[in-house]
């Protein structure tokens, strides 16, 4: 079992650190490599995301990741920016499928931004599109007719695309409480209306799971009114990044969320895949140790449940986490002292 791992930039390297650490705990004799990704690999090889570390990527059986994004490479073209490498390898990997779950922890509930018996009911998955949308359309600048300097990015969805994510998100809902909610804006957008068009057709082979249809401004709302209503969130790329984001504050913290990005690639024992915490590179908190690992720990059991075939070992690590957090050891985001490596000794302490 080969997992590749990239760190990449900002709190990206230190984050990861703690989670290899964690997998090295179990004895699980799995081999990790480590290459550059983001702007770190920009500033060393004079690309976002190097040949070799693609090479890398594709010949392991996971890939587990930090994060990417450095202030420093902003005013690069944007082929060249942090952020290409992580949409370049979502894409090159065909990693389409993006499992963000959002869960409070038990005695985690007054952290939430929401009220405490709110946010205790939320359990949620967000499947997230990632392959297409507004993101991987046509885009650029242009001259308009007035004479004006205009920036413009093609929002597309093909049938077949929805379909395959539909499917991901109506599976997933039979393992857990069998409800689907679709996000779109089609009270708008065509893009939408042929989402919703092809949710519902999928729907029909999936008869035990209900199906619901939400625009995006009201989910947003719901998302904070009542989270506890949702179980499976099915939207495309860009209203699952954001609503992912709003999500991990009703749980408590940006530092809790793990993800799972998966395509059609079977592995020995699992499906291939990407793991990374949901929240950026957080330059500003980059090297000081006060970051919370418990996201990176957390997509690392994930890793190893969906691509390694290793659920015990995944159950272990998730059950050590909630233990670090029910006793206590709570990191800067939380609103406690604990460190990025005592956070990640805590867990490591619980396995
Ligand atoms: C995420 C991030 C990425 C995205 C960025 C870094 C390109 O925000 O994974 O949610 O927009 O998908
Ligand atoms: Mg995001």
Redesign the pocket.
């Known amino acids: 079992m080969n997992i590749a791992v990239l760190p990449g930039d900002g709190i990206g390297p230190e984050v990861t650190r703690q989670a290899v650490r964690v997998i090295e705990a179990l004895d699980l004799g799995i081999a990790m490599t480590e290459a550059p990704v983001g702007g770190a690999a920009y500033k060393a090889h004079g690309h976002p995301l190097p040949p070799a570390t693609l090479a890398l990527a594709q010949a392991s059986d996971a890939i587990l990741f930090g994060a ?2 450095d202030p420093e490479c902003d005013a690069l073209d944007r082929h060249l920016r942090p ?1 290409q490498a ?2 370049g390898l979502r894409k090159a990997l065909g990693l389409f499928a993006n499992l963000r779950p959002a869960k409070v922890f038990a005695g985690l509930e007054d952290r939430s931004a929401l009220r405490p018996e709110i946010a205790a009911k939320i359990d949620l998955l967000i499947v997230r599109e990632l392959n297409g949308d507004v ?1 991987f359309g046509e885009k650029g600048f242009r001259t308009n007719a007035a004479g004006e300097r205009e920036g413009y990015d093609v929002m597309s969805y093909a049938t077949s695309e929805v379909e395959r994510i539909a499917h991901v998100a109506f599976r997933t809902a039979q393992g857990r409480g069998k409800r689907v909610c679709s996000v779109d804006k089609a009270n708008v957008l065509e893009t939408s209306q042929l989402w919703r068009d092809t949710v519902i057709a999928v729907a029909r082979d999936y008869p035990d799971v209900a199906l619901e249809h939400m625009y995006v401004d009201n989910a947003a709302m719901q998302l904070v009114r009542n989270p506890g209503h949702f179980d499976v969130v099915l939207t495309g ?1 860009l209203f699952g ?1 954001i609503l ?2 709003q999500a991990s504050m009703c749980v408590g913290s940006i530092g809790l969320l793990a ?1 799972a990005s998966l395509g059609a690639r079977q592995t020995a024992h699992g499906t291939f895949g990407l793991y ?1 915490p ?1 929240h ?1 590179s957080a330059p500003d908190i980059a090297g000081q140790g006060v970051a919370n690992p418990l996201a990176t720990i957390l997509s690392a059991a994930m890793l190893l449940r969906h691509s390694l075939g290793l659920a015990h070992a995944a159950d272990r690590i998730e059950a050590a986490v909630a233990a670090t957090l029910a006793d206590g050891v709570l990191s800067r985001d939380l609103g406690g002292a604990a460190s990025l490596a005592e956070t990640g000794d805590a867990v490591i302490a619980r396995l």
Do not use: F, R, T
Request: glycine share 14%.
């Open positions: 990417v994004g952020e992580i949409l993101y790329n990044d992912s984001d993800s990374e949901i950026g």
